[in-house]
């Protein structure tokens, strides 16, 4: 007996992704996302465009609301209160019950808040939600003090995104350069150093203490050193909303845990995006993603799994960002053991790679050339074994090395 009616709950990318793939692959039944913000909306644009104003609350949406009729999608603006797999149904706080013959928890993150006294004061910020970033901006004028606590994605770009607002800011974060693991070490600090060229102070330190105030708040380092602002933002990553799917009894560590194709131990449960960890079939417990293309692939992995279907490929992980007018995309792992290849122009690093002993590569990451990090997605996933001089060089296409390079050995002379 086929599947009549599946409710998702949650509306990031994840759940839209969930939703929008069952259609596409046949499903007819009754299908639900419950959302307590609505329509299902794009995050990335909230510490970028949005929070500057160049992009609106409509250009967010995945979909205007005519598309979900269209596609007999209903979308409830509620929140889901309980799971329950015996009776196959998701209790709303409104108390209404929807019968669910199966369910998708896509629930995402919510952002890690600092162990530390006043990291829970009211005038703490975090960026999250559309509701998050309206505040934000509602805080800033030209000339206000604002102090980031975190220097990784959502850190940097809000810097960024302030500096346009004529903000002043302070970056805080206990290593320098972040995000090493993500695009490698010399890319990291060519990326990091850009907050001073643009007049965004950074410290590196840890922070002791947040004292809240009428107007100006006092950020103490462990060192002493205090940090005065008008506006603190915290970003130092999310921690996974789980609970719904523990008191149904699922087992959650750090996550929702899931098989390779998105189900949960109670197998009536499905988790994707922030909130899913997976288990691979070896026992391997992988660590939580946190990208929006992983959120993505992983709705496509649970549709297809719903309907019984063989889930897309896999490929190597990948996600962009943006700082100071600059696109910076990464692809596979740059931590990985092995060495770095650096692809130099003007005294710029225009990309890295990272290579296996053999000359396999593993990871990409790239300024301003997603051509290049497309090309190099392909060769990781290939496993092609690359030249690393003809690698340095910027006037070779890594398209190019996709030929004259081989998947099983040495580079091709």
């Given at each position: ?219 103490v380092l462990q060192d002493g050193t205090e940090v005065h602002a008008d506006v603190v933002l915290v970003g130092v990553g999310i921690t996974a909303v789980t609970e719904l799917a523990e008191a149904a009894g699922a ?163």
């Amino acid at each position: 007996m086929g599947l009549e009616s599946i409710v998702i709950i949650g509306g990031g990318p994840g759940g839209f992704t969930t939703a929008e793939q069952l259609r596409r692959r046949g499903f007819d039944g009754s299908l639900t996302v419950v959302d307590p913000e609505g329509l299902p909306y794009d995050r990335p644009p909230l510490s970028k465009d949005y929070l500057t104003g160049a992009k609106h609350a409509e250009a967010l949406l995945f979909q205007q609301a005519q598309w979900y009729q269209d596609h007999q999608i209903e979308v409830i603006a509620d929140r889901a209160v309980s799971l329950h797999p015996q009776t196959g149904a998701v209790e709303l706080a409104s108390g209404q019950q929807l019968p669910a013959d199966r369910a998708v928890l896509a629930t995402g993150g919510r952002p890690r808040r600092l162990p530390i006294p006043g990291g829970d004061a009211e005038c703490v910020q975090t960026l999250r939600t559309r509701q998050d970033a309206d505040s934000l901006r509602g805080s800033v004028r030209p000339g206000s003090r604002a102090a980031i606590i975190g220097a990784g994605l959502i850190g940097a770009e809000t810097a960024s995104s302030l500096r346009t607002l004529d903000a002043e800011v302070v970056l805080i974060d206990t290593v320098d350069p972040p995000l090493v693991p993500a695009v490698g070490a010399e890319l990291a600090r060519q990326l990091h150093d850009m907050h001073a060229q643009h007049g965004v102070q950074t410290i590196t330190g840890s922070c002791r203490e947040i004292g809240p105030g009428q107007t100006e708040h006092t950020i103490v380092l462990q060192d002493g050193t205090e940090v005065h602002a008008d506006v603190v933002l915290v970003g130092v990553g999310i921690t996974a909303v789980t609970e719904l799917a523990e008191a149904a009894g699922a087992e959650v560590a750090d996550g929702v845990i899931v098989d390779e194709r998105q189900r949960s131990s109670i197998g009536w449960l499905y988790a994707v995006g922030d909130a899913a960890r997976t288990r691979s079939a070896d026992g391997t417990l992988e660590r939580r993603a946190e990208h929006w293309e992983h959120a993505v692939q992983s709705g496509t992995i649970a549709a297809a799994a719903l309907l019984g279907q063989d889930p897309p490929p896999s490929t190597a992980p990948w996600f962009w960002t943006d700082r100071y007018g600059v696109h910076v995309e990464a692809v596979g792992d740059m931590a990985a053991e092995g060495s770095t290849v650096l692809r130099e122009q003007d005294g710029q690093i225009r990309a890295a790679f990272r290579l296996a002993g053999d000359g396999t590569m593993l990871g990409a990451a790239a300024v301003d050339a997603g051509l290049t990090v497309r090309a190099a997605r392909r060769i990781i996933d290939r496993r092609i074994v690359v030249d690393p001089v003809q690698l340095a060089d910027p006037d070779v296409p890594l398209k190019k090395l996709m030929k004259t390079s081989s998947p099983t050995g040495s580079p091709n002379r």
